[in-house]
C-alpha cells in the first residue's frame, strides 16, 4: 500500500529516477517548465485490463485565466506504470499531448494490464517528473473474489474544514474509493479557516470552474487519497449549480444560459477527475450512469440523480407516476441490469437519500423535496423491482446529506412489519457542515418518525466497507472536528449485511 508518506518518498524516488533511459528525452522547449504537478495524480475506472490515470499540468494552478500558468500550445507528458513503486519493472510506457484546450489535464486509458494487480504509475513534462500513484486493476469479470474492500464519501466543502478524513483515506488498504458527488462547491463562501473559495464570486465560467476544482485539487490530503487508490466519480449538484434539476434549475434562471454554464461545469468536471473518454462531455451532456464489475463478486450501477429528473418543486403530487428522478432510459438501463445475471452483490451507487424520511412528528408529514421522498412512484418500482427480478443481494450508497445513517429498504416504508428488500448505507461528508457531532437537535423525531432507520450520525468522515461472497461489513469512520488539521480516525460503529439476508445488523 502507498501510504500518504510513501507518496511524499515516491517524489523522491521519481526525482531520482527522472533521468533514467527509460524515459524518452525531453524537447528543448518543454525543458523550461518549472513545477507542473501541482495538483497531483490520480487513477481510477477500473476494468480488469485497464485503468485510466490523470493529471494535469498547472505550475500556477489559481492563475486567473484558468490555465494554470501554461504555455497556450500542446505540451508532451511521458507516462509509466510499473510493478514496483521504484519502476524497476516498467510494464507500460507512452506519451499524451496536454493541450490548452482541456486545460493541459492528461487522461490516459492504460490497457494491456493483468486484473486484480497493483501498479504504480507516473508522469513527466519536460525534465519534471511527478510524485508516484498506485492504483490497481478490477478482477477479471466472472473470477471468484474472496474479498473486496472500498470506502465511499462525498461533499467535501473547501471552506468548511481541512480534508483530514482525506488523509486517513489514504492510509486504508483499499481496493477502490467511490466518490458520491459534491466534488467542490460552486458558491461564493469564505469560512473562517482561511481556506475561502477562488475565485471570491460564484463559479460562471470555464476559467472559474478550472480553477475551483484546481484549488481543490492543490489540497495534499485530497492528492495523497487520490495517489492511493484508484477512483470512481460521480457528481451531484455542486459540481455545477446548486440543487440544479434537468435542463432548467428555476424559474429566474434562462435555460439557456443554464445549459451553457452546465456544458463549462461539466466540462471542468472531466478535466479534473480520472475518467473515461466514455465519460467526456458533448456540450451540456455527459453519459456517467455506468455499471463497473469486480469479479463474480461486486456489480456497481454508477446513477446520475441530477441530469435527467423532473424539477424537485413544493408544490407536487410525489406520488405522481411520471414524475421521474433517473428518466427513461437510465431507468430502463438499471432495471435490465438488475435483472439480468449479476454478481454476488448490487451495488446501486447515488447521490441523494433512497429511503423514506419524514422529518415531522406526530400524524403529519414533512419529505425532502431533494431526495427520493419527491419520486414516490419511481422510488418504489425501483424498490419493488429487487423482489420481483430477484436481485442478488442489492445495497445502495448514498451521499449528500452530511450525516451517516443506515436505513433498512421496506416493501412498505409505512409499514414497519413489512419485509426488508434491500439495505441502504448513508455516508457523511469530507467537511462540508464543519466540525460536525454525534447527532443534530432534530434527528430524535427522525429516529421515532423512521423506524428503519437504525443508525443516525453526524461526524465527518467516510464508510469503509469489506465485502466477502458470505457478508458485507460497513465501518462509519469518522473524525471529531475538521474546523482545525490532525484529528484521529476512529470507527465510530460497525455494520453487516449477511448474503441473502437484506438489512444491516450491527456487530
Known amino acids: 500500500m502507498l501510504t500518504a508518506g510513501a507518496v511524499g518518498a515516491g517524489v523522491l524516488a521519481a526525482s531520482a529516477l527522472g533521468t533514467s533511459t527509460a524515459w524518452a528525452a525531453a524537447p528543448a522547449a518543454e525543458r523550461r517548465i518549472r513545477d507542473p504537478f501541482t495538483l497531483g495524480v490520480a487513477s481510477g475506472e477500473p476494468h480488469p485490463d485497464s485503468v485510466v490515470l490523470w493529471t494535469r499540468l498547472a505550475p500556477d494552478p489559481l492563475a486567473a485565466d484558468g490555465l494554470g500558468g501554461m504555455p497556450d500550445r500542446p505540451v508532451p507528458v511521458l507516462w509509466q506504470v510499473a510493478e514496483d513503486e521504484r519502476f524497476r519493472r516498467i510494464v507500460r510506457v507512452g506519451v499524451e499531448l496536454a493541450r490548452s484546450s482541456s486545460g493541459h489535464a492528461v487522461h490516459v ?174 456540450g451540456p451532456d455527459v453519459q456517467m450512469f455506468r455499471r463497473m464489475q469486480f469479479g463474480d463478486l461486486m456489480d456497481f450501477h454508477l446513477l446520475d440523480t441530477r441530469q435527467y429528473r423532473d424539477d424537485q418543486v413544493e408544490d407536487v403530487d410525489r406520488t405522481d407516476p411520471s414524475r421521474s428522478l433517473l428518466g427513461a432510459r437510465q431507468r430502463g438501463w438499471l432495471l435490465d441490469n438488475l435483472a439480468g445475471r449479476t454478481a454476488r452483490w448490487n451495488v446501486l451507487a447515488q447521490q441523494v437519500f433512497f429511503s423514506q424520511r419524514d422529518f415531522a412528528s406526530g400524524s403529519a408529514t414533512d419529505f425532502s423535496n431533494d431526495a427520493w421522498d419527491n419520486y414516490f412512484a419511481e422510488r418504489e418500482a425501483v424498490r419493488d423491482h429487487f423482489t420481483a427480478a430477484g436481485t442478488s443481494n442489492p445495497v445502495i450508497i448514498t451521499g449528500d446529506v452530511h450525516a451517516n445513517y443506515v436505513n433498512d429498504v421496506k416493501a412498505d416504508f409505512d409499514d414497519p412489519a413489512s419485509a426488508t428488500v434491500a439495505t441502504e448505507l448513508v455516508g457523511t461528508s469530507i467537511t462540508s457542515g464543519g466540525d460536525g457531532s454525534e447527532q443534530g437537535p432534530n434527528d430524535p423525531i427522525q429516529l421515532a418518525e423512521n423506524p428503519h432507520i437504525k443508525f443516525l450520525n453526524r461526524n465527518r468522515g467516510y464508510v469503509r466497507n469489506t465485502v466477502t461472497p458470505t457478508e458485507w461489513t460497513a465501518e462509519n469512520r469518522v473524525v471529531d472536528y475538521v474546523s482545525r488539521p490532525g484529528a484521529p480516525v476512529r470507527t465510530r460503529a460497525r455494520w453487516v449485511v449477511e448474503n441473502g439476508r437484506p438489512g444491516a445488523q450491527p456487530a
Open 109 to 282: 486509458e492504460v490497457g494491456g494490464l493483468r486484473p486484480g494487480r497493483e501498479y504504480f504509475y507516473r508522469f513527466r513534462a519536460g525534465l519534471e517528473v511527478s510524485p508516484v500513484g498506485r492504483t490497481r486493476t478490477a478482477p477479471g469479470r466472472g473470477q471468484r473474489v474472496d474479498r473486496f474492500r472500498f470506502a465511499f464519501t462525498s461533499c467535501q466543502n473547501y471552506p468548511d474544514g481541512y480534508y483530514t478524513a482525506h488523509a486517513h483515506l489514504a492510509e486504508e488498504d483499499l481496493d477502490l474509493v467511490a466518490f458520491l458527488g459534491d466534488y467542490i462547491y460552486e458558491g461564493p463562501a469564505q469560512g473562517t479557516l482561511g481556506r475561502g473559495h477562488v475565485p471570491a464570486g460564484e463559479t460562471w465560467s470555464l476559467a472559474e470552474y478550472r480553477i475551483r476544482h484546481a484549488q481543490y485539487k492543490t489540497d495534499t490530503d485530497l492528492q495523497a487519497s487520490h495517489a492511493a487508490h484508484p477512483w470512481m466519480a460521480v457528481f451531484d449538484d455542486h459540481e455545477v449549480e446548486n440543487n440544479w434539476a434537468g435542463d432548467d434549475p428555476d424559474p429566474d434562471t434562462d435555460p439557456e444560459e443554464f445549459l451553457r454554464r452546465r456544458a463549462r461545469a461539466f466540462q471542468a468536471y472531466y478535466e479534473h477527475m480520472p475518467l473515461r473518454r466514455a465519460q467526456r462531455p458533448y
